[in-house]
């Protein structure tokens, strides 16, 4: 082996593809593959430990990071889909309340309108005075449905309005999943639309059964002031039901897979890394349960674990007879 394979040229390639710095000057210059440093110690040859040997300082600009196995918590949380509604009660109608001819319409779609603000002229066909239509509640126009010159009848609505200041989010849940989610149970309401995410809580779970999805309906209300919130759009939601503690997690950034497909993690011992066949146990969006494989206070790579996967991958390959 030449001092040009080294674990670090492997490494310098990635960065390179990775746009990032690559090998400093200190550490071009090392020797043999972290394989071989195995095999001079073991039998002569690179079975046994995959490894390699990253230098601290190209671990450090290439973003590798370890941290402490350690107890953690792994959370019960049901990823959920649901959609925007006005909350009942808060959507009112401007009406005619004498037939007659519409003389003026003072609002449009989208316009945020005050509660007694004027809405419409119309002439009324019994007294031959004009009237005027006032909003019923502070909102915003969700619709028009007249037109100036057109004739009104009693009852006619001309305007619908809502407030939107506040807006249910009705999420479904599937199956058995119902039974143990109900009301006061936190809940993330993240639109899908760009991202934004609302903390909020379960209020409620509705009786009755969504007849077209045959799911249940867990109600939550949002806070929608800057009313970038809006009815009929679709959300997610992460609904976290509960937290157990679980005596070793990690980060499930840790985690990679094997040419086997058996899940691995990297363990650093000073400037080596090698991979560590793990049994996991629950998991949730952030941490998986280590349940075999690992020993709390072991440093485990949390940050850019493929850059050491491939590290492994590269000096095994150079190795090859
Ligand atoms: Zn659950």
């Not at 001092?3 to 492997?10: F, I, K, L, Q, V």
């Not at 600009?61 to 009942?88: C, F, K």
């Not at 936190?186 to 045959?214: H, N």
Request: aromatic fraction near 2%.
């Amino acid at each position: 082996m030449t001092s040009t394979n080294t674990p670090c040229r492997a490494l310098i390639v990635l960065l390179l593809m990775t746009g990032m710095v690559a090998c400093g000057e200190q550490a071009a210059p090392r020797t043999g593959t972290a394989a071989h440093a195995d095999a001079d110690r073991d039998d002569g040859h690179a079975e046994g430990v995959a490894a390699t040997r990253i230098p601290a300082d190209v671990a450090q600009r290439s973003g590798i990071r370890v941290a402490a196995a350690g107890p953690g918590t792994i959370a019960d949380e049901h990823e959920v889909q649901g959609l925007l509604t006005p909350v009942e009660g808060r959507v009112a109608q401007a009406m005619a309340r004498f037939p007659g001819p519409i003389r003026a319409l003072r609002a449009n779609i989208g316009d945020r309108v005050r509660a007694g603000q004027p809405l419409a002229s119309i002439e009324s066909n019994l007294s031959l005075t004009t009237y005027t239509v006032t909003a019923p509640i502070s909102g915003i126009v969700l619709q028009r449905s007249a037109s100036v010159g057109a004739v009104a009848t009693e009852g006619t609505p001309l305007f619908e309005i809502a407030d939107l200041s506040t807006l249910w989010v009705d999420l479904h849940i599937f199956g058995n999943d119902a039974g143990h989610i109900t009301a006061g149970i936190p809940v993330t309401v993240t639109r899908m639309s760009d991202g934004v995410s609302a903390e909020t809580t379960l209020e409620r779970i509705l009786p009755g059964t969504a007849t077209a999805s045959q799911s249940t309906v867990a109600r939550a209300t949002i806070d929608n002031r800057d009313g970038l919130w809006r009815p009929g759009a679709a959300v997610r939601a992460r609904i976290v039901v509960d937290r157990a503690d679980a005596a070793l997690t990690v980060p499930l950034t840790a985690l990679q897979t094997d040419e086997n497909g058996r899940d691995v993690i990297y363990v650093r011992e000073g400037e080596r890394y090698a991979e560590r066949t793990v049994t996991l146990g629950r998991r949730d969006a952030n941490n998986v349960e280590v349940t075999a494989g690992l020993s709390a206070g072991e440093q485990v790579v949390v940050a850019q674990s493929f850059l050491v996967k491939a590290d492994i991958g590269k000096s095994s390959a150079e190795h090859e007879h």
